[in-house]
């Protein structure tokens, strides 16, 4: 009667309980993975929020609570400075490379009738080479003895190569606008396909025009794949370092080569900690206030 | 609508594809190009043909090293990162868990930081941790980011189908593993190749976290960013770029023409 006391019998009773509960089966899946968060990704950060609180002595650090990193962040006009310039930089790619993708996406979900896989396989090739050749084409391309002056010249429409084509926003802006194109029109085109082509006939039928149509129905349908592009474009491309030590210059400069210098050259961690922080808070609060807008429209136009 | 059009008069959504594509590929193709050509400055106009550049990659050990740790790296992160995912998969499509939204919520955070952020946390903990970095410190960060995207694409395959198919499984005395092997698992097998070509091309291409996490044994894309820096290193960079384009687009036709090979075998078979 009482063999739930003997070792066998408590296995035989965790068994059951561990087929029983739905919950626990599931966590117990899940906990290879949660495991892995926990240590590569929760605790790093609780470390990085800590570290920008301490300060950088020679190698040490000085392990007391100060708020110095972030006295400076506010008083020095530079980091303030640079992060709104990241933002920027990347807000204008963000908005390029979905203006540009959309008609594309457009085009292959909706013009194309058969072989849609080969417009997007054909539109995935140039993203597979390296993301940093990729970037550098964009130097050959614009470069002082790049492909666009060196051309020229031989073609004898110049004689001087233009100077200011590399080295500043712009540049990096088309760079990035570039790199990121494929990340823009998948999410766009996945939503476009998704709508439900009578939908688009009911508008017709109604009497709304092609343009009419296009703005009642299919665009407010197909937010969802425009907001995922516009995040996936955004959260990588305003922390890249890359692009600006690459095409950027002096001029093109962005947070993320402030960041990567204090953990280099400058060898100031806490500060490069107090700067990441910032720079997540910042990055959290964009897409917040992006998603409430995006949010609202849809109410609206609902 | 209008796709009988006579090809001579395409319509503006035609044009503006055909202008998209060249945007998209002019300037890739340039690194080809300039791979081919006999002059170490990259620089037009062309100096003629030639495939030194090649022989240099070829006989390059430092850069076939490089290259050889991001193949390790990516295929051992390719199949735990799948694994991981489907495990996890499994756990948010098929119980009812308490709490499951903030915990999906905080496995994908990784795709919604700046890497360079996850990058230097990483490089912070491990280094208060005495941890020496080296090709396993890089690993374990390509893992966190590639569990997501493992994730997310298991989870839409997951949902898509029946889960009567597996208690039927189940109820024909099969156990919880056979049935996972008998059922799940064939089932599954797109999302898990899917998942693991994905997490391979973003590990073989990853730069910020190995940058930060590597030490003297590095990966490719480092090895590729510490020659953009000599002109004399670049042209048989350029080659190998060239090369692994090839390569890629090689594999992708063969799968295609696999796939569609496939699909054919299933609609004759099912007549």
């Known amino acids: ?302 | 609508m209008n796709t009988n059009r006579p090809w001579w008069r395409p319509d503006g959504f035609y044009i503006y594809a055909v202008l998209y594509l060249i945007f998209i590929y002019l300037p890739v193709l340039f690194l080809p190009v300039f791979s081919f050509n006999n002059s170490k400055y990259i620089a037009f106009p062309l100096k003629g043909f030639t495939l030194k550049w090649y022989e240099a990659m070829i006989n390059n050990p430092p850069m076939l090293n490089a290259l050889m740790n991001s193949i390790k790296i990516g295929l051992i992160v390719a199949i735990l990162s799948t694994i991981f995912g489907l495990l996890a998969a499994k756990a948010v499509t098929r119980y009812r868990m308490p709490g499951r939204a903030p915990v999906v919520g905080f496995i994908m955070i990784p795709l919604v930081i700046p890497e360079i952020i996850l990058g230097i946390s990483l490089l912070i903990l491990l280094s208060l941790a005495d941890i020496p970095l080296s090709l396993l410190t890089v690993g374990f960060a390509h893992l966190l980011l590639c569990v997501p995207f493992s994730m997310l694409v298991l989870v839409s395959r997951m949902e898509g189908f029946d889960k009567s198919m597996e208690e039927a499984g189940l109820d024909l005395g099969e156990n919880a593993w056979m049935t996972f092997w008998r059922v799940t698992f064939p089932i599954v097998l797109p999302g898990i190749i899917a998942s693991l070509l994905l997490t391979f091309t973003i590990s073989f291409d990853e730069f910020v976290l190995a940058f930060f996490l590597s030490s003297i044994e590095q990966t490719l894309p480092v090895y590729i960013w510490s020659s953009l820096r000599f002109p004399s290193k670049l042209p048989p960079t350029l080659a190998l770029g060239a090369a692994i384009f090839m390569a890629s687009f090689i594999v992708v036709t063969f799968a295609e023409w696999i796939r569609r090979r496939g699909v054919r075998l299933d609609s004759t078979s099912g007549i």
Request: glycine content about 6%; aromatic content about 12%; overall charge positive.
């Open chain 1, 1 to 302: 009667m009482n063999n739930a006391v003997t070792p066998s019998g408590i296995r035989l009773e965790l068994r059951k309980l561990f087929l029983k509960s739905e919950p626990v089966r599931g966590y117990t899946l899940l906990s290879p993975t949660l495991l892995a968060m926990i240590l590569g990704l929760a605790m790093p950060l609780v470390v990085l929020f800590t570290l920008s609180f301490w300060l950088q002595e020679y190698l040490d650090f000085i392990r007391t609570f100060s708020l110095a990193n972030y006295v400076e962040f506010f008083q020095k006009p530079i980091y303030v400075k640079l992060l709104l310039k990241s933002i920027r930089i990347s807000g204008m790619v963000t908005i390029a490379t979905v203006l540009l993708a959309y008609p594309m996406a457009y085009f292959i979900a909706f013009r194309v009738k058969s072989n849609k896989l080969i417009w997007l396989i054909l539109i995935t090739v140039p993203f597979w080479t390296s993301y940093l050749l990729r970037v550098f084409a964009w130097k050959i391309m614009l470069g002082y003895n790049g492909v666009i002056n060196s051309g020229l010249k031989s073609l004898g429409f110049l004689t001087e190569p233009l100077a200011f084509l590399l080295y500043n926003p712009t540049s990096v802006v088309i760079t990035l606008a570039h790199a990121w194109a494929a990340f823009a029109i998948l999410p766009i085109y996945v939503s476009l396909e998704k709508i439900d082509r009578s939908l688009l006939e009911a508008g017709r039928d109604l009497g709304e025009n092609a343009w009419m149509t296009f703005l009642r129905v299919t665009l407010p349908l197909s937010l969802p794949g425009v907001i995922a592009a516009s995040l996936l474009v955004f959260i990588p491309t305003v922390g890249d370092y890359v692009t600006p030590s690459l095409v950027g210059g002096p001029r093109g400069i962005m947070i993320g080569n402030i960041i990567q210098s204090m953990f280099g050259q400058s060898q100031n961690w806490p500060m490069g900690a107090a700067i990441s922080v910032m720079l997540m808070f910042t990055v959290a609060a964009m897409i917040g206030l992006f998603l409430w807008g995006t949010h609202s429209y849809r109410k609206r136009v609902a």
